[in-house]
């Protein structure tokens, strides 16, 4: 539970901002309780205001592959900080992230920074309309693209952890022309491009769903997804705010074999700083202002910042995945769901999980997930008892049944020990 500390911060938060908080599953409300407050990461680490240290699996929500505070990332933001936090103005930092990420993901030619993956996905939806001349999007129940008004349907993340409806505030004209079909359904999918697919801009999909808990594609699905929108003209988005540079150096389209039209990033192209990209095809690409008519700015896009530190993060990151660093990751992960699943079945409880590149899911669920069903249909009265009751212990997750839990690149022997010894004392608490 939060301590003296925390509670007395909340309180005044509530006076101040909506729910205390300034996004909302951060608010702990889906396990019952007063959030933590952060106070300051080192590594694998994450101390809060009442000075208990956890080790950090929720990093940030994912972008942290290096931890926090990494003194070679801290370093560089320091340096550019010196030279001047924003111009305004273009800056060689700028083309020199644009090169990078474009060397490290075949299928773009060009590319955008903005400043959230929000942003971005919203922008590449008005590129997708515009560059086919049609209006609808298609996404999948569950997936969460973001905040933007087409986005906030059957969406998940912070929308599915409180059960909020579709937002209200968005016109019906807009949530109109998105269409939600079930993740991991190709006959749905299939069904609708025969019916509709002449109406149809684009398919926008979390090649790894990361935003319901996460959920990973079934065999040949991405395929399938990529077959389908190629033979209608319609454009393929994968939305790798959460897989890019998380489940492999070139994404989950690298892990996957698959070329989309158009992608999207968030903030882990900036180490966790406020930033986000989308980029594709040249023909497409050169429709953004001021290449071509379809319009998308913004003042704070390519803050050197930003730009500093996602430099150096990406370098690291190329040196460190010839080293094996994503096998790595990905064998910790597996040990965390190995000792889940073991503890579990030993217990007679539901569980399932499953781990890809620096990303894991825990679910209490009889059996495969495979869908926003599968998720809706787990015990979330178990994960809110195991969530406490790892926090108790020392050991972070995502406050919420619906999100995903990440390694960074700095998590060693020493956490995973003592997370595997937390979670098998915490198995003997649930009920």
């Not at 075949?106 to 590449?124: C, H, I, Q, Y």
């Not at 749905?188 to 684009?202: H, M, P, Q």
Request: aromatic share 10%; proline share 6%; hydrophobic share 40%.
């Amino acid at each position: 539970m939060a301590g003296p500390k925390a509670t007395a911060a909340f309180e005044q938060a509530l006076q101040l901002m909506p729910g205390g908080v300034n996004s909302p599953v951060r608010a702990f409300k889906s396990v019952g309780s007063t959030p933590i407050f952060a106070d300051r990461g080192e590594g694998p680490y994450l101390y809060d205001t009442d000075g208990q240290r956890y080790v950090d699996y929720l990093m940030s929500w994912g972008p942290l592959i290096w931890g926090h505070a990494h003194p070679e990332i801290v370093q560089a933001i320091r340096s550019a900080a010196e030279r001047g936090t924003s111009f305004g103005l273009p800056t060689e930092l700028e083309t020199a992230m644009a090169q990078k990420v474009i060397q490290l993901l075949p299928s773009l030619e060009v590319v955008r920074m903005v400043n959230s993956g929000t942003e971005a996905t919203m922008s590449a939806i008005r590129l997708a309309r515009a560059a086919t001349k049609r209006s609808y999007v298609v996404k999948f129940v569950g997936c969460y693209h973001g905040h933007a008004d087409q986005f906030l349907v059957k969406a998940g993340s912070g929308v599915a952890s409180l059960g909020l409806p579709d937002s209200p505030g968005v016109p019906k004209e807009i949530a109109e022309r998105t269409i939600a079909i079930p993740y991991n359904d190709i006959d749905a999918l299939r069904d609708l491009f025969l019916t509709r697919g002449e109406e149809i801009a684009a398919v926008i999909v979390e090649p790894v769903a990361g935003n319901m808990n996460c959920v990973l594609p079934r065999p040949g699905y991405l395929q399938a997804v990529r077959e389908l929108t190629r033979s209608y003209d319609a454009l393929l988005i994968f939305d790798e705010v959460i897989t890019g540079f998380r489940v492999g150096l070139s994404g989950a389209q690298g892990r996957f074999g698959i070329q989309p039209d158009l992608t999207t990033f968030g903030k882990v192209i900036g180490a966790g700083l406020p930033v986000g990209a989308y980029g594709g095809r040249r023909d497409l690409m050169e429709m953004i202002a001021p290449s071509g008519p379809v319009y998308q700015g913004g003042t704070l896009s390519g803050n050197p910042l930003a730009m500093s530190a996602g430099l150096v993060s990406l370098n690291m990151l190329e040196q460190a995945a010839n080293d094996g660093l994503y096998e790595r990751m990905e064998q910790y992960g597996n040990q965390v769901v190995e000792q889940f699943l073991r503890l579990g079945q030993a217990r007679g409880l539901p569980v399932y999980g499953h781990a890809i590149g620096g990303m894991y899911g825990l679910f209490f669920h009889e059996g495969p997930v495979y869908d926003f069903a599968d998720v809706c249909t787990s015990n979330v009265e178990l994960y809110v008892q195991f969530f406490h009751s790892m926090l108790a212990k020392g050991v972070l997750f995502a406050p919420s049944a619906m999100e995903s839990a990440f390694v960074s690149a700095v998590h060693t022997e020493t956490e995973l020990n003592a997370t595997l010894d937390a979670m098998e004392r915490a198995f003997a608490e649930l009920k």
